[in-house]
């Protein structure tokens, strides 16, 4: 199999290599709508996806929808969200995000990027969550891992997420933005580890500008 020498003919391989890998993909924040998960990517922010999972339950319990987290007291939210960090400009975010989505969008969540990144705590990471996973709409989040291994794959030099993103769309279809992504960051955890690399377990090792393997 010939070896792709274009950023544009690596992705597309890692595209189709990571879809055998990973054929099941999703994402690992447990939701049950788009406003869960929206708030749930909020709190994920410089947190795990194990640790927003366990305060979310009661988070969502207490606060099913946008009505009513825009009427909690921070002090609860504090309470309920406590163990991850920056907990209290967490609260403040989703509150006020909540508000804002009953204020400007009767309580829904939006579809486009201008209106969700407009929202309190909502970068183009977030919006495209949100858009790729729970409303079935082209989006590319670029996370740490996504970044990390689009660099060591040369499938851009940009270090800045926006920029990887705007890199990339061009390079896989509009529908599958998002299951790349999801594969990308299952990859970056599972095998392309940031401290020790599994490149001998790596499909991508084979063509992958950085591998062990090549050096």
């Not at 391989?13 to 690992?28: G, I, K, Q």
């Not at 795990?48 to 825009?70: H, Q, W, Y």
Request: positive net charge.
């Amino acid at each position: 199999m010939a070896t792709p020498r274009t950023p544009k003919g690596r992705a597309r391989r890692v595209n189709d290599l990571l879809s055998e890998e990973y054929p099941d993909a999703t994402c690992e924040l447990d939701h049950q709508s788009p406003f869960q998960l929206l708030i749930a990517t909020i709190l994920s922010a410089q947190a795990t996806d194990v640790g927003v999972n366990k305060v979310t339950p009661g988070l969502f319990a207490r606060f099913p929808d946008a009505e009513a987290l825009s009427h909690a007291s921070l002090e609860e939210v504090e309470q309920l969200i406590g163990s991850l960090g920056l907990f209290r400009n967490k609260a403040k975010s989703v509150t006020r995000c909540a508000a804002q989505l009953v204020e400007r969008h009767d309580g829904e969540v939006p579809s486009s990027m201008k209106d969700l990144t407009a929202l309190a705590g909502v970068g183009r990471k977030t919006a495209n969550v949100v858009r790729s996973v729970a409303l079935d709409l082209p989006g590319l989040p670029v996370d740490t891992h996504v970044l990390r291994l689009s660099r060591l794959l040369q499938l851009t030099e940009e270090t800045d997420a926006v920029k990887v993103e705007t890199a990339l769309n061009p390079m896989i279809p509009a529908a599958q933005r998002g299951e790349f992504s999801l594969r990308m960051i299952l990859h970056g955890r599972r095998v392309c580890v940031a401290r020790r690399p599994r490149c001998a377990d790596c499909a991508l090792a084979w063509f992958c500008p950085s591998s062990q393997l090549r050096a």
